[in-house]
């Protein structure tokens, strides 16, 4: 079937250290994305690419990397330098801004908390 | 800046009840609007989108209208039902230069009791 995967669900992570998120699609889209979730807050954009090899950073970038190496992979690394990494991460893609930008398809998200 | 505000930010009502869920954005200049549906725990579903040059899209029991000079949108539900019980997001995606952009509001955490 033809989705987003991210992975893993569920990851603990002691402070200091670095962690990477996984996500996956099969759906041939140019553009994906990564957002974060917070109660009480709108999801708001970390990174997004438009095409391989090429990213750019959203509103939230500081303490997080990503690469887009393939088109159907987008791992982030939140890394030590993030101060408040406790949140529920949310991987999107869509079709490119080359031509009709439609609909954005989300991943099932990975929550990462810090112990 | 685009803001995204969805009001109410929690809705309880008897099931079959038809209901109108809103969503107001203050920069007019938008390229579509897409409604989402969210469970606890999980990610986003897609549940319609509407092109900026659209009025209204339909699917099922769901109505979205777009009245973009008046930067509002709303979503109808017709007889709703439990399983209609989510938190409903609506976001914007800018034009121009914020074409690669969504942005969301909060939310209605929408309660359907049997």
């Known amino acids: ?115 | 800046k685009q803001e995204v505000t969805q009001i109410p930010a929690a809705l309880s009502v008897p099931e079959g009840e038809n209901l109108v869920l809103n969503c107001s954005f203050t920069d007019s200049a938008i390229y579509n609007l897409q409604w989402f549906r969210q469970d606890p725990g999980k990610g986003l579903t897609s549940l319609l989108l509407i092109q900026s040059s659209q009025r209204e899209q339909t699917s099922g029991r769901l109505n979205a209208s777009l009245d973009k000079s008046s930067g509002r949108s709303t979503l109808y539900i017709a007889a709703s039902q439990p399983g209609d019980s989510a938190t409903y997001l609506c976001a914007v995606r800018g034009s121009g230069g914020s074409n690669y952009k969504l942005t969301f509001g909060k939310g209605t955490l929408l309660t359907v009791n049997p």
């Not at chain 1, 509103?59 to 993030?82: C, H, M, N, W």
């Open chain 1, 1 to 115: 079937d033809g989705g987003i995967t991210q992975s893993p669900k569920y990851l603990f992570r002691k402070e200091g250290q670095n962690v990477t998120l996984s996500c996956e699609q099969n759906l041939n889209h140019d553009a994906m994305y990564w957002y974060r979730q917070d109660p009480g807050q709108g999801l708001r954009l970390i990174y997004y690419s438009q095409i391989v090899n090429d990213f750019q950073k959203g509103d939230i970038a500081e303490g997080y990397s990503v690469s887009r190496e393939k088109k159907e992979s987008f791992p982030l690394t939140v890394t030590s330098a993030q101060k408040n990494p406790t949140a529920f991460y949310l991987c999107a893609s869509g079709r490119g801004l080359a031509g009709k930008a439609g609909e954005l398809f989300f991943g099932e998200g990975s929550r990462l908390t810090v112990l």
